[in-house]
């Protein structure tokens, strides 16, 4: 508990004497008697751990308080007692008060002297805008950036014990999907491969940080349909991250074979991506830009592509003109901590640091990250080539780029569809440390693996 009350520390001293209120969010309902699971917002798990549902966070003057909805005796019947609010109260070092108490409190600091931050939920987004005496869209204002600057400030570089955290979720990551691999086999189903890899999780308290990615269209970036038949000669893309128990993130994406081995093209595919993949991690360390990072990434998958066939020119004069970003429509990774893209809830303020913003060139527009790295933050590196029906076959770029594809070329690879390869990694003093190691990432080693199963 002691590394709550040292995040509180740390976020107050960069605000004075700026009170914060933050929503921990009600759970969302799916129809009157049943709701979603339940997760709270990752600043209040932040700064107090994991908080009820209906929670709310202020601090204010060196006073750390906890409002809270009191669990009915109906609440307890269906669905236990709860918490106890001395429990809380002692892990947290804070008073507890009733939630019917909250507005008294606000008020009587001044409802408009208050920093907020915006919530996921709508109800709790409500309901703070009610108390701060606010329009529902009114976040945003200078008080509420400096919070917001401040949170992202401490959350961007891991304490000794998020990174504990995260390690753990790596590790729940790194296992679930050995357990997935195990599960591939010609003829059984995609969703085969989800309960392999679900059962690791729920048997550890975990969930999953994202909705599984578990397809053999892996040139759909995000495919959130699970449930084709495994078919020999396939690749099967598994991008697929454990929430661990205390509510960090890890995020994972392997491309393994269906049949245990790649075929020539899936390979040549392959070995460009993971080329990639280790370029890439060779740079990391404190002061590189992440920007350099992403343009390595895309040097590497054009030089590929040119060896394939598929691209002609130079690797300079293709980038500028975007040619690779066809193949790797998004950005080399992200931020990663209590979510899986950390922080993205501030827009750009975690992402993108000040005097920096996205650019709006096709690919690098999806570029998550573009900060110097700095010892203690948590990114993901993940390359990857894809071939996508939606932009090979648009007439208009195929007449504007016929110089510079070879779509005779691309046709021999479309069948290899989409390759994506992602680790998480720590910014050290001297480089960077994986924190989902373990998994292999060389296509001779997966298919010795995958010989195992
Ligand atoms: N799974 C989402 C991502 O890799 O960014
Ligand atoms: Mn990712
Ligand atoms: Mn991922």
């Known amino acids: 508990m002691a590394c709550y009350a040292e995040r509180r520390r740390r976020l107050i001293a960069q605000l004075s004497d700026l009170p914060v209120i933050l929503a921990n969010g009600w759970e969302r309902l799916r129809n009157p008697s049943n709701t979603f699971n339940f997760r709270g917002e990752s600043h209040v798990i932040y700064l107090a751990g994991q908080l009820p549902p209906g929670a709310f966070l202020t601090l204010h003057n060196g006073e750390v308080r906890i409002y809270l909805e009191p669990v009915s005796v109906e609440d307890a019947v269906w669905s236990g007692p709860g918490e106890s609010w001395s429990v809380l109260a002692n892990l ?62 401490c959350r961007l570089i891991n304490d000794n014990f998020s990174i504990g955290e995260l390690r753990s979720a790596g590790y729940l990551s790194v296992e679930a999907h050995l357990a997935g691999m195990r599960a591939i086999r010609a003829g059984k189903d995609e969703c085969d491969v989800l309960a392999a890899m679900m059962r690791v999780l729920n048997r550890a308290g975990a969930s999953v940080s994202f909705a599984p990615i578990i397809t053999m269209s892996g040139e759909r970036l995000h495919q959130p349909h699970v449930g084709g038949t495994l078919q020999d000669g396939a690749l099967l893309l598994i991008d697929f991250g454990a929430e661990n128990a205390a509510g960090w993130a890890g995020d994972i994406t392997n491309t393994w074979p269906v049949a245990g081995k790649f075929t020539r093209e899936q390979r040549a595919v392959f070995d460009i991506v993971t080329k990639a993949y280790h370029e890439c991690v060779a740079m990391l360390k404190p002061g590189v830009r992440y920007l350099d990072v992403h343009m390595r990434a895309a040097e590497i998958l054009t030089a590929g592509l040119m ?65 110097d790295l700095r010892e203690g933050m948590v990114l993901t590196i993940e390359p990857g080539l894809y071939f996508i029906p939606e932009l090979l076959d648009d007439p208009q770029i195929r007449s504007s780029y016929s110089d510079c594809i070879d779509w005779e070329k691309v046709e021999l690879y479309r069948g290899v569809r989409g390759i994506r390869f992602e680790r998480d990694h720590l910014i050290t003093a001297g480089g960077s440390e994986c924190l989902t190691p373990g998994l292999p990432a060389d296509a001779a080693e997966i298919e010795a693996l995958m010989a195992q199963r």
């Not at 019917?100 to 109800?123: C, F, H, M, N, T």
């Open 92 to 153: 947290h070092e804070a008073s507890l008060h009733p939630l019917s108490e909250l507005s008294e409190y606000i008020a009587a600091v001044g409802a408009e002297k208050w920093a907020s931050l915006p919530v996921q939920d709508p109800r709790a987004q409500n309901y703070l805008c009610q108390l701060l005496k606010r329009t529902p869209d009114c976040h945003g204002d200078e008080r509420d950036r400096r919070l917001a600057e401040a949170l992202v400030e």
């Open 307 to 371: 060896d394939l066939g598929i691209l002609r020119g130079t690797v300079s004069e293709l980038i500028e003109r975007d040619a690779h970003a066809f193949f790797f429509p998004h950005g080399i990774g992200h931020l990663m901590g209590l979510d899986v893209h950390d922080m993205e809830d501030l827009g750009d303020i975690a992402g993108y640091q000040k005097g920096r913003a996205r650019s709006k060139r096709f690919g690098l527009n999806c570029l998550r990250l573009d900060r």
